[in-house]
């Protein structure tokens, strides 16, 4: 069991470029979760998949948001047209069916 | 939807005492989970202890236990014989019961203090 792996941990950006984020999930983990998490607060969460279904997104997953894992596995959060708001710490858990959520280290993005 | 509230920003305690974070949650539903995570100074979130709210037993994990209070809505943790290592960021949370309803909704968060 080598953890949950986020790549990369840090990411700066100017402001309107597009970015990519990559999630390894503990490998018998079925399912996986996007949250972001901002200075001073809680994590929000931003969606979940099932294997490779997407079954349920956040209202703060704008159409700038999209996410994916395409055979089951890792999984991508891809942020076009990135903004200052977009500035936070974006987190990957996973888990086995609805056992605890493990999560990763996190990757850091910065927006200037 | 439901809501998870810590009141307390900060605490401290000195070490080998005990201390108490608070936690309350709002929701319509009567089976759901609770869950404390500790999150160190940039390291990644622990899975500190969990409650099934159908269970009326607390919850304990080697030092840390919980005082669930179903009725009032309350989820505390208490942490004994606090140790260096136990400094850090503790989150509250919550899931649903049911299938399909995966996420976790968290507090804000309270910055624990060990005082050498």
């Known amino acids: 069991d080598t953890g949950v792996s986020q790549d990369p941990r840090h990411k700066i950006t100017k402001r309107g470029q597009n970015v990519t984020f990559r999630c390894d999930p503990i490998?018998?983990?079925?399912?996986l979760y996007w949250y972001r998490q901002t200075l001073g607060q809680g994590p929000e969460f931003l969606t979940y998949?099932?294997?490779?279904?997407?079954?349920?997104k956040s209202r703060l997953l704008s159409d700038r948001f999209s996410a994916e894992r395409p055979k089951g596995s890792f999984s991508t959060l891809e942020i076009q047209r990135t903004e200052q708001g977009d500035s936070a710490m974006y987190l990957c858990?996973?888990?086995?069916?609805?056992?605890?959520?493990?999560f990763g280290d996190g990757t850091r993005l910065s927006i200037l | 939807a439901q809501t998870v509230t810590q009141s307390q920003p900060e605490m401290s305690v000195q070490e080998a005492e005990t201390v108490t974070l608070s936690c309350t949650y709002d929701?319509?539903?009567?089976?759901?989970?609770l869950f404390w995570y500790k999150q160190p100074p940039s390291r990644q979130m622990i899975l500190v202890i969990r409650?099934?709210?159908?269970?009326?037993q607390n919850a304990t994990e080697n030092r840390f236990s919980v005082n669930f209070q179903k009725a009032a809505k309350s989820f505390s943790l208490k942490i004994s014989d606090s140790q260096l290592g136990d400094a850090a960021m503790y989150f509250c949370?919550?899931?649903?019961?049911?299938?399909?309803?995966?996420?976790?909704?968290f507090g804000t968060g309270t910055r624990l203090t060990i005082i050498p």
């Open positions: 949370a919550y899931r649903a019961l049911q299938a399909g309803n995966e996420k976790l909704t």
């Open positions: 409650q099934e709210a159908y269970k009326q």
């Open positions: 490998s018998e983990h079925n399912r």
């Open positions: 858990a996973s888990s086995f069916n609805s056992r605890p959520q493990h």
């Open positions: 929701t319509s539903e009567s089976d759901y989970y």
């Open positions: 998949f099932q294997n490779e279904a997407q079954l349920e």
